[in-house]
Structure formats: structure tokens, C-alpha cells
């Protein structure tokens, strides 16, 4: 996919394609110890176009979008889907600096094939709607007063979010200890890979509950699961009454195929489980991520939850972001782990830069989901005029990110000024703490 080793001259990508320089700008960088203007490399490569690059039209604009932008592209005079092209301004009229090949980033739930089943339905997003997505999968499920998406279990870790209402989970883990929480709107579960559980919704909010399923793997499937009744269809009858010592007729009424979301009878709020000779697990599945207090930074809040505080969610780590109108979450990457994002509320831009001259704007909205390989550069940038919230989500035990900001504050700035020829003024605004996040 990537044209490895192949430089593209084009004023436009100047500042991707310096890095493939960097060894000229290296030799024509100054000796001395003194930095003077004068002392600022010859430019080997012409300078980035000054183009800022805004977004020229959002969901809510009252046009026709075209794929122009200043003097590139055209109108359009074929059929066109007018009301995408709304939501996607970066895809019909790409800021300048997009170039190359990054696969597809972008995947609305409402594209996901929906399961009805009586009780709730469930839809997934994972390696095959977006390949790009190779190291985790979500699933949105919804759950009437009651109903249960029965007892089962998956080889991904499981990690999720109450977006409305409350939930009831249960597990038993490999050593007999059990647990069972109810989990309210904005809090967290999770589970490890292979460990058996349940989900039913509560009687909390007599719509039931909806929720966010995050798996470890991109190749998850929902419909590949272990489930306790297609198990117990798929084994002899005589093997099931010699397993629990008893008659065979006690399973005249089991089911002869899975149910999967199937209703019944909301559980009690002060329901326990059964008492476990081993106890009940000492850690919780559960993290009251709504009760935790944000941290507040200029243009908006960040709430980080991983293994450290939530001991149990060993694959998979959560910064739930609040950005005000402008404010943006800021240049940074992950070093070692890929990032799979929900938009809750709001419009989004982002950026993914892959490399060798590769970058592609993405815009999302409420119920999209966005992938962002490991290591890629990005921005979260809030683009209307409503609080952006999103869940920042990565496959790792310890959430890290590298700050652009903090990287270059913390550089010599002799080194930083020989590669972007900025001044000490410019370097002096540079954060040596992180931002995070960055207002207006
Ligand atoms: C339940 O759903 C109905 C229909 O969508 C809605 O009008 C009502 O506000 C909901 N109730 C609660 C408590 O969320
Ligand atoms: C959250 O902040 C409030 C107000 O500053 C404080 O009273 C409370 O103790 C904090 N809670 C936690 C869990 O830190
Ligand atoms: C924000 O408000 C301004 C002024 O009302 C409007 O022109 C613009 O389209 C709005 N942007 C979004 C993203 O809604």
C-alpha cells in the first residue's frame, strides 16, 4: 500500500516529506553553538503550503456541498448522496495536506447489520466492515427492562459502557469465586478473555439499557460466541445427566438452540449472588467511571481508567474526553497501542498520519467509530458548536501517549528549530507538561 521509498515532490506535502530529508537538512544544519536566523538551513524542499485547511461545511449546513476546495476539484454532476457528503466534508473536499493511501478509519454503527431478537438487539463493528481495525472490535447492544443476553463466553477480553440506563452483570471465575454488580449509565465492565458472564437489563429505567461492547480483537464476531444453551443442545443427553448426576428428564426443557437476547423478569436491586465456598471475587469487575471526578483542562475534561485503578481491565484502557466548541484533544500518538474510538455526542475531525507522506481526514458524529492504528499521529478536533464526547480506548494496560507538544518542548531547541526553522519566540510556547487538550 505504501510507495516505500518513493518521494513525491508536491509543494502541498512539504512537511511530510521532509522527514525523508532529514539527513540533507542535517548537513546544511548550523555548527555553532549560536542559532541565528541567518543560521537556519537553505530550504531543501519548498515550504508547507499556508493553506489552513478549515473544514468548509458541517451536518448542518444549509448547501449543496461540492468536492472543491479553493482552486482544486469541481463540481459535482452526477448523483450524489447529498446528506453524506454533509457528514463528511474531509472525505469530498480533503484539507491539502491529506495524501496517500490510509484505509478507511470511519465506521458508523448505523451501517452495522442490526440483530433483532426479541428483548434487544445487537450490532458490531469489526475487521470486516473496517480492516484497518485489526486489534479490536465494539459491539452496541440494547436491552429491554429484563431481558438477558444470556450467559456466555468469548475469547477476547470484553470491555464496556453503560450508555443509558443500568445493567446487571454476573461471573464466575476459573477458581469458583463469584461477582454480580449493577452497573450504571457512564460505569464500566469488564472481563477477561474465556471468562463466563451475563448481562441483563435492569428495571432502573423501564426502557431497559443500552450499552458499548469493546473486545481485544479485531476479528471478534458477536455471533461466534459460547453460549450455555447452544452448548447444552450440542451435547448428548445421556452426557448431560451423567455430568450433573442427575435424571436425564431434568433437561426435557432445555432449549434446542441458542437464545442469545431472549426477556424475563428484570432482577431485584438487591440481588446477591449465591454464596461461593471460595468467596466472592475480591476485585471488581465493575469501575464507577461516572463517579470519578474529570480532570479539567482550558477547552474541556478527561476521566483516564485503566489497570492501575481498575485492576481486572488488563487488555483495554479508557480516557472518556470531553472537548468544548474548538477545543482539541491535542497531537500526540500511543507508542505501542492501537486506539478505538466512540463518538457519544458531537462532530469530530481527525487526522491519521501513517507515515511516508500518508495522512487522511476522517469527520464523526454520535454512534461512529473511529481506529487509529498504533504509533499513527492524530488531533481529536471538536468542529461544531456543541460539546464533542468521545471514549479514547486502547488495547493496552496502561494508557501512555506521546505529546508533539511536550516532545518538542523537551528537545534542544537547536535541534527543533535545524528541522521546522520556527523561532525562540514559537518554542518558548511550547508545553513541557502536556496539554492534553487544547482550547480555541
Ligand atoms: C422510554 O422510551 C420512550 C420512547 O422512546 C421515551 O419517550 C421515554 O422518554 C423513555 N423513558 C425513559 C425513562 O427514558
Ligand atoms: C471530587 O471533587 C469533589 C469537589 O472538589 C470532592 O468533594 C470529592 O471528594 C472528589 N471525589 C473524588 C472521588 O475524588
Ligand atoms: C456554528 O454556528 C455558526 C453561527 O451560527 C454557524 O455558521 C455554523 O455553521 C455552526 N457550525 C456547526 C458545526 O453547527
Request: aromatic share 10%.
Amino acid at each position: 500500500m505504501r510507495r516505500v521509498g518513493t518521494v513525491t515532490w508536491n509543494k502541498l506535502f512539504v512537511s511530510v516529506v521532509c522527514s525523508v530529508t532529514l539527513a540533507s537538512l542535517a548537513t546544511c544544519a548550523p555548527t555553532g553553538s549560536s542559532v541565528s536566523s541567518s543560521a537556519l538551513p537553505s530550504p531543501t524542499v519548498p515550504y508547507a503550503s499556508d493553506d489552513p485547511n478549515v473544514e468548509l461545511w458541517n451536518a448542518h449546513s444549509d448547501i449543496t456541498p461540492e468536492a472543491m476546495r479553493g482552486r482544486l476539484g469541481a463540481t459535482v454532476l452526477g448523483p450524489q448522496n447529498v446528506m453524506l457528503d454533509l457528514q463528511n466534508p474531509s472525505i469530498l473536499a480533503p484539507p491539502s495536506t491529506d495524501h496517500g493511501a490510509v484505509s478507511n478509519a470511519k465506521w458508523p454503527f448505523s451501517l452495522s447489520h442490526n440483530r433483532l431478537q426479541t428483548g434487544g438487539w445487537s450490532r458490531q463493528q469489526n475487521v470486516e466492515d473496517m480492516p484497518i481495525s485489526t486489534e479490536m472490535a465494539g459491539v452496541n447492544m440494547r436491552l429491554e427492562a429484563g431481558a438477558i443476553r444470556e450467559l456466555h463466553w468469548h475469547t477476547a477480553g470484553e470491555w464496556a459502557y453503560v450508555l443509558k440506563g443500568s445493567t446487571q452483570v454476573t461471573t464466575v471465575t476459573p477458581d469458583g469465586q463469584n461477582y454480580l454488580a449493577t452497573v450504571n449509565q457512564g460505569d464500566l465492565w469488564y472481563f477477561p478473555a474465556g471468562q463466563p458472564h451475563s448481562l441483563q437489563g435492569t428495571a432502573d429505567n423501564p426502557n431497559g439499557t443500552e450499552f458499548l461492547l469493546v473486545f481485544d480483537n479485531g476479528a471478534f464476531d458477536e455471533d461466534s460466541t459460547f453460549l450455555l444453551t447452544d452448548w447444552l443442545a450440542h451435547v448428548p443427553k445421556e452426557v448431560l445427566a451423567k455430568n450433573f448426576q442427575v435424571d436425564q428428564s431434568a433437561f426435557d426443557s432445555i432449549p434446542g438452540r441458542e437464545l442469545y437476547i431472549f426477556p424475563s423478569v428484570p432482577p431485584k436491586s438487591n440481588a446477591q449472588p449465591p454464596a461461593s465456598p471460595q468467596g466472592q471475587s475480591p476485585e471488581p469487575y465493575t469501575f464507577p467511571l461516572s463517579q470519578m471526578n474529570a480532570t479539567q483542562f482550558p477547552g474541556g475534561s478527561v476521566k483516564v481508567v485503566d489497570s492501575t485503578v481498575f485492576k481486572v481491565s488488563k487488555t483495554i484502557a479508557v480516557a472518556e474526553v470531553m472537548l468544548e466548541p474548538g477545543a482539541m484533544r491535542e497531537l500526540h500518538w500511543h507508542p505501542t497501542q492501537a486506539e478505538w474510538d466512540y463518538f457519544i455526542e458531537g462532530t469530530a475531525r481527525v487526522t491519521l498520519f501513517a507515515a511516508n507522506a500518508n495522512a487522511r481526514t476522517f469527520d464523526y458524529q454520535g454512534g461512529d467509530v473511529a481506529y487509529i492504528p498504533q504509533s499513527y499521529g492524530h488531533y481529536v478536533e471538536n468542529t461544531g458548536n456543541t460539546t464533542l464526547r468521545y471514549l479514547e480506548l486502547l488495547k493496552t494496560d496502561k494508557f501512555q501517549d506521546v505529546s508533539l507538544n511536550q516532545w518538542l518542548a523537551l528537545t534542544p531547541p537547536q535541534l527543533v528549530k535545524a528541522h521546522l526553522g520556527v523561532s525562540d519566540e514559537t518554542i518558548s510556547h511550547f508545553r513541557k507538561t502536556k496539554p492534553v487538550i487544547v482550547g480555541q
